[in-house]
């Protein structure tokens, strides 16, 4: 043990004493970290959009509630089944300060129809539970992927 402390201690010697220019390894200082402040507390009435809050909107009745819904309201496309068109079809739309839905668009898409009875269910759904930020309904960004599978 007393021999592979020596070891340790004549290799950093050698190190301390060693010239700089032998060193061909070249150091760049690391981009400091810009700190970002919260954005502000929304203005009551206010067009901001938000994408992630304290607390999330909610379907009524939680995800399992919306689960259902989804498999009860979608109707499958004949064509679609006939022709055995399958995937999931992601919508993004606003929950607004009062829990309703607007804006629904799709973002990525299976084929015409799929994509325009997603839109259409989320058109009729009922209001959901507002997102809140600082305790303060606010309008939310939400994505929703719904799949369409054939059994």
């Known amino acids: 043990m007393r021999q592979l402390s020596q070891f340790f201690r004549i290799v950093v010697c050698a190190m ?3 010239p700089r220019a032998m060193s061909a390894q070249v150091v760049t200082p690391e981009p400091m970290l810009e700190v970002v402040e919260p954005p502000p507390s929304p203005v009551e009435g206010s067009l901001q959009i938000f994408d992630i809050v304290e607390e999330m909107p909610e379907f009524p009745g939680g995800q399992e509630a919306l689960f259902k819904y989804l498999s009860r309201s979608i109707v499958y496309p004949s064509e679609m089944v006939d022709a055995g068109v399958q995937g999931k079809v992601y919508v993004e739309f606003i929950v607004r300060q009062d829990g309703s839905i607007t804006d629904a668009k799709v973002l990525r898409g299976v084929s015409a129809p799929l994509d325009q009875e997603a839109i259409r269910v989320v058109g009729i759904m009922p209001k959901w539970l507002p997102g809140r930020q600082n305790g303060k ?4 960004r939400y994505r929703l992927p719904i799949a369409f599978h054939l059994d």
Not at 137 to 140: G, H, K, P, Q, S
């Open 137 to 140: 309904a606010v309008d939310v």
């Open 16 to 18: 301390l004493l060693a």
